[in-house]
């Protein structure tokens, strides 16, 4: 039989695996490939952003809960999922912001977590590998830690002279940062809801965009079609119970709007072993042929 691929999306709390490519990671997995989520943090320092779980218990029981909902998101999704244990960092807040408490994820030296990934790198094998780009997608001190744990354990889980303890070398064959929050997607979904004479929860983002930041849709280089899967992440996402309001922006654009408008989730790619042609619309693109060569 033919090897089957493999693919892992690496990520700073709970949650994110459902926000952030959560309908393609469904797609793939259904299309019978193996993939696994790690998740850096146990998402402690999170909030109650729903209103129905602001309830007595919950804020005492969060690491509890949090883990709970991840299993459930991971099982929707359909992958396999692995906690690379460290301690949420939190979102500063302030000026100036406070520091850091210690120990936690942001503030660990570089080589511990990577060792850490390494080893899971290692122990799945993955052919592609997801992650941030270097601004974590938004400046959350974990996602941007996220982001140089990932590239150092790409690197160095190829590697026999690092990390020996970590197991055998694996090098990945592809690495792609994942860019949701374009301002061109936007801009789409905002103009959409109003022509349908629907309210729209972009224009306060809109009007406030920066207009200096580059669009992260600049960067993209591969859209994986994946409409059929967004039923999927909503699921998965409405399975962080304490994230993600049901009545929030994150379901506001009605599915057949996103399916006729943005039917992708779009990534960049960054590492590639393999030869491949951009634009592409398969996050394993050249993979196959490298593995069933």
């Given at each position: 039989?033919?090897?089957?691929?493999?693919?892992m999306?690496?990520?700073?709390?709970?949650?994110?695996?459902?926000?952030?490519?959560?309908?393609?990671?469904?797609?793939?997995?259904?299309?019978?490939?193996?993939?696994m989520?790690?998740?850096?943090?146990?998402?402690?320092?999170?909030?109650?952003l729903?209103?129905?779980?602001?309830?007595?218990?919950?804020v005492?029981?969060?690491?509890?809960?949090?883990?709970?909902?991840?299993?459930?998101?991971?099982?929707?999704l359909?992958?396999?999922?692995?906690?690379?244990?460290?301690?949420?960092?939190?979102?500063?807040?302030?000026?100036?912001?406070?520091?850091?408490?210690?120990?936690?994820?942001?503030?660990?030296?570089?080589?511990?977590?990577?060792a850490?990934?390494v080893?899971?790198?290692?122990?799945?094998?993955?052919?592609?590998?997801?992650?941030?780009?270097e601004?974590?997608?938004?400046?959350?001190?974990?996602?941007?830690k996220?982001?140089?744990?990932?590239?150092?354990?790409?690197?160095?889980?190829?590697?026999?002279?690092?990390?020996?303890?970590?197991?055998?070398?694996?090098?990945?064959?592809?690495?792609?940062?994942?860019?949701?929050?374009?301002?061109?997607?936007?801009?789409?979904?905002?103009?959409?809801?109003?022509?349908?004479?629907?309210?729209?929860?972009?224009?306060?983002?809109?009007?406030?965009?920066?207009?200096?930041?580059?669009?992260?849709?600049?960067?993209?280089?591969?859209?994986?079609?994946?409409?059929?899967?967004?039923?999927?992440?909503?699921?998965?996402?409405?399975?962080?119970?304490?994230?993600?309001?049901?009545?929030?922006?994150?379901?506001?654009?009605?599915?057949?709007?996103?399916?006729?408008?943005?039917?992708?989730?779009?990534?960049?790619?960054?590492?590639?072993?393999?030869?491949?042609?951009?634009?592409?619309?398969?996050?394993?693109?050249?993979v196959?042929?490298?593995?069933?060569?």
């Open positions: 039989m033919a090897e089957r691929l493999r693919l999306t690496v990520h700073a709390h709970p949650d994110d695996e459902s926000s952030k490519g959560a309908a393609s990671t469904a797609r793939y997995a259904a299309e019978g490939n193996d993939m989520v790690v998740t850096c943090t146990g998402g402690e320092a999170g909030s109650i729903n209103p129905a779980m602001d309830r007595p218990g919950v005492e029981k969060m690491p509890e809960i949090r883990r709970e909902e991840m299993a459930r998101a991971a099982e929707v359909g992958v396999q999922h692995r906690w690379m244990g460290f301690v949420d960092s939190g979102l500063p807040e302030g000026d100036p912001p406070p520091p850091l408490p210690e120990g936690c994820f942001a503030r660990q030296p570089l080589e511990v977590p990577t850490e990934l080893r899971l790198v290692r122990e799945f094998r993955p052919h592609v590998v997801v992650t941030y780009d601004t974590g997608g938004y400046p959350h001190p974990d996602h941007v996220c982001h140089e744990v990932s590239m150092e354990a790409f690197d160095a889980s190829g590697d026999p002279e690092r990390f020996p303890e970590q197991g055998k070398p694996w090098q990945p064959l592809k690495l792609y940062y994942c860019h949701g929050f374009s301002r061109r997607r936007m801009q789409l979904f905002h103009d959409s809801l109003l022509e349908r004479g629907l309210e729209s929860p972009y224009e306060e983002w809109l009007r406030k965009w920066d207009g200096s930041r580059p669009d992260p849709y600049e960067r993209v280089t591969t859209q994986i079609e994946c409409a059929d899967y967004f039923e999927v992440r909503d699921e998965a996402l409405r399975a962080h119970e304490t994230q993600i309001d049901p009545n929030s922006r994150w379901f506001a654009v009605p599915l057949d709007i996103q399916r006729a408008v943005w039917p992708t989730e779009d990534y960049e790619l960054v590492r590639s072993l393999v030869d491949t042609t951009l634009p592409e619309d398969d996050l394993f693109a050249g196959q042929e490298r593995v069933h060569a």
